[in-house]
């Protein structure tokens, strides 16, 4: 499986934007979907399950590339840089975005803004729940937690708020630069190269995964 494993609780009534569904879905995208994306992925489903262990079963993390190499095995220096953070890289294999994974994601965070544009054209009105992943960072900080539902109320509840507060405050909070939204591409790099761009998607999701579970990273 690629999601964390799910957990007996009440359904909820509807995803983020309406769609009936008691799962949140975050899909990670980039190119080939074997360097960037299964980094980001895998290293989200272990801040989740550190932080929520089977509590946080209802978010299913999933990633696929817009050229993505179907059926690939993750890049081997890829796989390094997950084992030195202590995620799990086993069974990965590489994709190709489909119309499918859009539709049934919640959230989808691209490493650049030229995939968040891809996705975007694909439609299914997915401008809404579509960021890069330092975007979201960015409008993720600017959001009071307190405003969010609390972890009792459920993760997907939380998870749903968080993105349409996010979507809410997009075209308040700008960029800085335009780079400062991109996670520059490492494939064919040398692994510490690779260890650089680990550590920026480290540093990106670890406050939007204290946002989405309610829980900051242990010290």
């Known amino acids: 499986m690629r999601g964390i494993g799910g957990a007996d609780r009440p359904a ?13 879905r975050i899909l990670h995208v980039s190119t080939g979907n074997v360097c960037r994306s299964p980094i ?3 290293l989200t489903r272990h801040f989740v399950a550190e932080r929520l262990g089977v509590l946080g079963g209802g978010l299913i993390v999933e990633s696929a590339g817009t050229w993505g190499h179907e059926g690939a095995r ?7 840089v997950l ?9 990965f294999t590489g994709r190709e975005l489909l119309d499918e994974h859009v539709i049934m994601a919640d959230l989808v965070l691209t490493a650049t803004r030229d995939h968040r544009a891809q996705v975007i054209s ?5 401008g809404l729940r579509t960021f890069t992943l330092k975007e ?3 409008l993720v900080r600017a959001i009071d937690p307190a405003t969010l539902p609390p972890l009792e109320d459920g993760v997907v509840l939380r998870a749903r708020a968080l993105v349409r507060a996010a979507a809410a405050l997009r075209g308040w909070l700008l960029a800085p630069t335009a780079e400062a939204d991109e996670v520059y591409d490492p494939y064919g790099a040398p692994l510490p190269f690779f260890r650089s761009i680990g550590d920026e998607i ?7 995964v204290t946002a989405l579970t309610g829980v900051p990273a242990r010290m």
């Open 83 to 91: 084992s030195e953070f202590g995620a799990d890289a086993a069974g």
């Open 40 to 42: 980001t992925e895998r």
């Open 12 to 24: 909820e009534q509807t995803t983020t934007f309406g769609f009936p569904r008691d799962t949140f």
């Open 202 to 208: 480290r540093d990106a999701l670890d406050p939007v």
């Open 136 to 138: 979201f960072t960015r």
């Open 122 to 126: 694909m439609g299914h009105s997915a």
């Open 74 to 80: 993750m890049e081997e220096n890829a796989e390094t």
